[in-house]
């Protein structure tokens, strides 16, 4: 049986690049939801997330890729860096096997649950990146369906590592203003 995430990433990377694309250049210094984040930040901060795909899926251990994605990697060209990044995680993801396990900087598990983690950040900074250059902010309902299942179990644990803010109290029963009140984002 296929992973979900799996399915639904290559259309999640691809929304996620026409938004990019959509950014105005005065924008780019621009806040977002994630206060610590402007625009340029955030999309640097998926770039650094695309570039380690090969590498887990690969195989590779933390230790082996080392720091070459820390800091600026979009440079003057935050489009073109988030291009490239996507074509590489893109190639990566195509007929991937989730069988295995990778290290990650919270320890083992399976690249199943990385392809989730993967899906969950893209839907949500879909929609930071949205809100923060006044784009709409509809998400996929399937993207969204899946990322809340995963964000319902494992929130309390994403908080505590830092990853997400406190959930945010809704009374909302659209699926999209859960999930994104339930990783810190007032809607």
Known sequence: MTNPSLCLIPD???RFGARVHAVEGHQWDDSTPCTEWTVRDLVNHLVGEHLWVPHLLAGESLEEVGDRYDGDMVGADPVRAWDDAAKRSLAAWEGAD???TARFSFGVAPLAVYADQILVDLTVHEWDLARGCGQPEGLDPAAVDHSLTYARANAGR???LGIIG????T???????QLLSLLGRAV
Do not use: E, F, K, R
């Open 166 to 169: 406190a959930a945010v109290h």
């Open 12 to 14: 999640a990377i691809n």
């Open 171 to 177: 009374a909302s029963t659209d699926p999209a203003v």
């Open 158 to 160: 994403m908080a505590d």
């Open 98 to 100: 989730l069988s295995g």
